[in-house]
């Protein structure tokens, strides 16, 4: 084993493009490790493991909180490590409140929760570009989040800010999505210098990345950039 220390994995948005192909590594890494995946779940996962313990609970409330933390206690779990992978878009949230609910407050409050829990790691899948003063709502609502995480007191936070996607998702495609990730073998290349951390970018590799990183030792927060998550998946 390197720096890595994760004992026990608070895991949020395994069902999404990221976070789907993050957990069956990360259990991987479990298993030869000898710590626990919690994964929060709204509906069962297909996916069966030694090291997999579902939390099911709904996550639209406090009382789904309540309810997490409670099997949390009753699983006599400790996680050290909060992975979030959460992520909507505006068209399948329905409106821009709709979609902060989403993407800034569910992943603040499970990131409290997880600090609550004992956790000192937050590892959040971003955005390139997230800023808290963006005039892009996606952008902003993300730089908010970023914000509210850095502020609960973990001992080392990591951000990762990939670009565009490449990846089939399990669910409803997004908007322009599917044409961005044709030409994007044709404008990766064009990016050069500062641009390339706009490029578009695998999702197996910020899956990796994020096992990679996931107990990491260290302290502080660090945003891992495109050309970072690439180097960290190579």
């Known amino acids: 084993m390197d720096d890595r220390q994760a004992r026990d994995v608070l895991f949020a948005g395994a069902t999404g493009l990221v976070g789907g192909l993050a957990l069956p590594a990360l259990l991987e890494r479990a298993a030869a490790e000898g710590f626990r995946v919690f994964a929060l779940v709204r509906r069962p996962l297909a996916l069966t493991h030694p090291n997999l313990h579902p939390i099911q609970a709904g996550l639209d409330d406090a009382a789904g909180l309540a309810d997490v933390a409670q099997q949390l206690r009753r699983a006599d779990a400790h996680p050290q490590v909060f992975v979030c992978a959460l992520g909507t878009t505006l068209r399948q949230a329905g409106s821009a409140a709709a979609f902060a609910a989403i993407d800034r407050d ?11 829990q004992g956790a000192t790691q937050a590892l959040v899948v971003s955005s390139v570009g997230a800023r808290a003063g963006s005039g892009n709502l996606y952008l902003r ?6 914000a509210a995480v850095e502020a609960l007191g973990f001992n080392r936070v990591d951000f990762l800010h990939p670009g565009l996607l490449l990846g089939q998702r399990s669910g409803p495609t997004r908007p322009g999505e599917g044409i961005a990730q ?3 073998p044709w ?13 578009a970018i695998s999702a197996g590799a910020v899956a990796t990345a994020v096992v990679a990183l996931c107990g990491k030792a260290g302290s502080g927060v660090n945003r891992i950039s495109n050309r970072q998550i690439q180097a960290l998946a190579d």
């Open 187 to 199: 404008f990766n290349p064009l990016l050069i210098g500062p641009l390339r951390q706009y490029g």
């Open 106 to 116: 569910l992943v603040v409050a499970l990131a409290q929760l997880a600090r609550a």
């Open 182 to 184: 044709a030409l994007a």
């Open 141 to 146: 609502v993300k730089g908010e989040m970023e």
